[in-house]
């Protein structure tokens, strides 16, 4: 059983620029989310995927979005960056429905905007 | 909305000992779960301790196990016989099982230091 994997694992990009971030979801697993880590504070959550739908979203601008593919792996796109989006983004992946609520989350990629 | 607060931004622990992490959340809602996460420094986040909040009976997995009290809104994990390999960033986290987002509401997170 393979777990969560994400690529790439760093990634250092200018202002005004356009992010994509992928994920792998565990084996078995058809929803994911993605969250954003900033230093020193926990993760907040950005949105998540279900059957290759947004199903839920946090308090991100919309120039953070995303898509998710048949085989349950996942995007996380970016545009415009701003200074403010370094940050650790973290994708946790889970099956729904399930009565455990449980994620697993992956390595992340550390982005960094300069 | 829901909260969730560590209110000790660091704890130490000699190797062996026991250690608590504190955390406090913030809700309306009678069914929920509470988890516990570990980030070590190869920053993956790690599932600790899940607990339902219909279980009156406090969650165990080996060392780690929990005091949930649920009409106080704590959740505090207890570390038994501490390891080195415990050291790491432990967050506390909410999730409602209303609607259809499973997102998780987390605290800011706690830096445990294990001293041999």
């Known amino acids: 059983e393979t777990g969560v994997t994400q690529s790439p694992t760093h990634l250092i990009k200018t202002r005004g620029q356009q992010v994509t971030l992928r994920c792998s979801s565990q084996s078995g697993h058809n929803t994911v989310s993605w969250y954003q880590q900033a230093l020193g504070q926990g993760p907040q959550f950005i949105f998540q995927y279900y059957r290759e739908e947004e199903n839920g979203r946090g308090n991100f601008p919309p120039r953070f979005s995303g898509l998710q593919f048949p085989n349950y792996s996942s995007e996380l796109n970016v545009n415009a960056l701003e200074l403010d989006d370094s940050a650790l983004y973290l994708c946790a992946s889970s099956i729904t429905p399930t009565g455990s609520y449980e994620q697993y989350f992956g390595p992340g990629t550390r982005l960094t905007v300069t | 909305a829901q909260t969730v607060t560590q209110s000790q931004p660091e704890m130490s622990v000699q190797e062996a000992e026991t250690v608590t992490l504190s955390c406090t959340y913030d809700?309306?809602?009678?069914?929920?779960?509470l988890f516990w996460y570990k980030q070590p420094p190869s920053r993956q986040m790690i599932l600790v301790i899940r607990?339902?909040?219909?279980?009156?009976q406090n969650a165990t997995e080996n060392r780690f196990s929990v005091n949930f009290q649920k009409a106080a809104k704590s959740f505090s994990l207890k570390i038994s016989d501490s390891q080195l390999g415990d050291a790491a960033m432990y967050f506390c986290?909410?999730?409602?099982?209303?609607?259809?987002?499973?997102?998780?509401?987390f605290g800011k997170g706690m830096k445990l230091t294990v001293n041999p």
């Open positions: 809700t309306s809602e009678s069914d929920y779960y």
């Open positions: 607990q339902e909040a219909y279980k009156q």
């Open positions: 986290a909410y999730r409602s099982p209303q609607g259809g987002s499973e997102k998780l509401v």
